[in-house]
């Protein structure tokens, strides 16, 4: 079943799904205000839009910078825009001095916040931050910790004095997923992602072969969305609370002009590393798509027995339930399938439906999707690290999407070392688009600065990763984003060889034996927030000898100590004998790199 997948851009598809009448959200106010003519078009946009590559017609600025790991974004009706930031497992370095919460504020008009204050729970008094964040009913609301907490905001106050009181308590923490985003409808249905704990319910998780558990009792608990009452203190997670299920992880969510409520689905990962002999290293690197829901009571979109083929547009039976590599539709036919997909691994962790006036007439009704960028694509490059558009009419895609907003990751398009990961969005009172950073917690606005004539159009594209030189080592330039670069010198390890250092070198970069090891510890093997690094000679399992370090690479490691990554064995790839002795060499090699 192979298939060259380099380069599509998914068509998008429509589904139909009962219409579900809601309240609109209290941050809606702040969406449709500001209904006043649009600006004169300029001939160019002041600086340099911190960095973006825009679609036509808008311009940006550096709103805000160094913020912490931000995270999700909601704009008061003020224009207040508030962050949440995340610290714990998921991020390694510190956060800055203060809460985890965030208030900023531009008095002066000229694109960038002159007001920035901290509040909320800290590292000293036991807090880590969170994801989800909302304005309901005069009062922010925050998770933080597996909780979500309210805060009363008395008038005119920008960051609330008082305590917060607990809204829900205990929700999962454990796992592949432990964000908790959420939405709050204008009569006080709190909707929260309880993304799951596994990569698709296996006795193992993401272990090569490893069969499915049927029924899967995880989605009990995880693996969809639940339903609270905003206006209720004290509530507790249970099972009982679950509004919809078969959404591996909806990090971003939003409500439409209607009320429909929509929320995005990251695909699950690893089909070729687990099921080799059903997918081809380049199928898995384009499927399964990402997602675009319209969420209905009750519903099923198929976690984790299904996933979309965004190729045979249609939800297909997984691996780990029967499948065989796209072929079986099986009960997938009776699972809900999305508005809208988009490319494999791309990563949606925002999403933001205009509903202001500011920017053209094409974009009114539309949403806006913040792709935080895959770690593994591997062989092909990998992709997201940009925001998307995605219009929509009457519920449904309207038309192909197009890259909005690019050039975030800079040289590096891979998690350990991108600039920038989209990972929030907001529309301001003001018409504009807020988009939030949370690797070094920068937030941008975007606005439009034309005549109101531009159509919705894809921004220029961005200059691919650089490559030094040395063109004889294949695949050929462009297939991978380190394709051609030169091997830098590296001691060889007792017992090895030099060409064994050099072999594993190209395996631990994809360009042979399908490696995947870069997906995980980073290009440069310093690591990411799913893989330790490994150019520091600092090892979290075994004493970093080359007999240790094959050992465990052979074993994989199924429970990491620290970060979030499954390492199945081999790393995932059809390892040789000669293969695993190359790639453990080239391991040795790079961290003893600095003691040669």
């Not at 949403?367 to 995605?390: C, D």
Request: proline letters at 9%; aromatic letters at 8%; charged letters at 15%.
């Amino acid at each position: 079943m192979h298939r060259d997948l380099r380069g599509v851009r998914v068509a998008m598809i429509g589904v139909s799904a009962c219409a579900m009448v809601l309240a609109l959200i209290g941050g809606l106010a702040a969406q449709t205000a500001g209904t006043a003519a649009p600006p004169t078009k300029t001939s160019a946009c002041p600086g340099d839009n911190g960095g973006l590559s825009l679609s036509p017609g808008f311009c940006a600025t550096v709103f805000a910078d160094n913020l912490g790991h931000v995270r999700h974004l909601v704009a008061a009706p003020d224009g207040t825009i508030y962050a949440n930031t995340w610290s714990g497992r998921y991020f390694k370095s510190p956060p800055p001095p203060g809460g985890f919460l965030v208030a900023l504020k531009d008095t002066k008009d000229d694109g960038h916040a002159d007001l920035v204050q901290r509040f909320g729970e800290t590292p000293q008094s036991g807090g880590t931050g969170g994801t989800g964040i909302a304005l309901y009913n005069g009062a922010l609301y925050a998770e933080e910790n597996g909780r979500i907490l309210r805060y009363a905001l008395a008038p005119g106050e920008r960051a609330p004095a008082a305590p917060p009181t607990v809204v829900v308590s205990g929700l999962p923490l454990t796992g592949d997923h432990p964000m908790h985003p959420f939405i709050i409808d204008g009569q006080g249905n709190l909707f929260v992602d309880l993304g799951t704990a596994t990569n698709a319910c296996q006795s193992e998780n993401r272990i090569a072969a490893s069969r499915g558990i049927d029924p899967c009792v995880e989605k009990q608990t995880r693996g969809g969305i639940w339903r609270y009452d905003a206006n209720k203190i004290g509530q507790v997670f249970s099972p009982a609370e679950r509004y919809a299920t078969g959404l591996r992880n909806g990090e971003g969510l939003a409500f439409d002009a209607a009320g429909r409520l929509f929320a995005t689905q990251h695909g699950r990962d690893q089909l070729y590393q687990n099921w080799p002999k059903l997918y081809t290293a380049e199928q898995s690197a384009d499927l399964p798509a990402e997602e675009l829901v319209q969420l209905t009571a009750g519903a099923d979109y198929g976690w984790p027995q299904c996933y979309y083929d965004q190729f045979q547009q249609k939800l297909v039976l997984a691996p780990e339930y029967g499948g065989d590599g796209g072929k079986t539709v099986g009960l997938c036919a009776q699972r809900q399938g999305p508005v809208a997909a988009f490319p494999g691994h791309w990563a949606p962790n925002a999403l933001a439906i205009y509903l202001g006036t500011k920017f053209p007439t094409g974009y009114r009704g539309g949403a806006f999707i913040a792709f935080h960028g895959s770690w593994n694509r591997s062989p092909l490059p990998q992709g997201g690290y940009n925001v998307v558009f995605q219009p929509l009419a009457d519920g449904k895609a309207s038309g192909p999407y197009v890259v909005f907003a690019d050039g975030f990751a800079g040289q590096y398009k891979e998690p350990g070392r991108a600039a920038f990961r989209p990972s929030g969005l907001a529309v301001g009172p003001d018409g504009a688009l807020y988009v939030g950073d949370d690797v070094h917690g920068r937030i941008w606005r975007i606005a439009y600065s034309g005549d109101g004539a531009d159509k919705v159009a894809p921004a220029a594209a961005t200059p691919a990763p650089t490559a030094t030189a040395s063109q004889a080592v294949p695949p050929p330039e462009g297939v991978h984003p380190d394709a051609g670069r030169q091997t830098p010198a590296l001691p060889t390890p007792p017992g090895a060889t030099p060409a064994q250092v050099a072999l594993g070198n190209r395996i631990f970069h994809g360009e042979a034996a399908n490696g995947a090891c870069s997906g995980c510890h980073g290009s440069d093997a310093g690591g990411s927030p799913v893989g330790p690094p490994l150019n520091t000679a600092h090892w979290l399992w075994g004493d970093g000898s080359l007999a240790s370090l094959s050992d465990i690479i052979a074993k994989g490691v199924p429970k990491p100590k620290r970060y979030e990554g499954v390492m199945p064995p081999m790393g995932g790839s059809p390892l040789s004998k000669q293969d695993l002795a190359a790639v453990s060499a080239y391991v040795w090699a790079i961290g003893h790199a600095g003691n040669h």
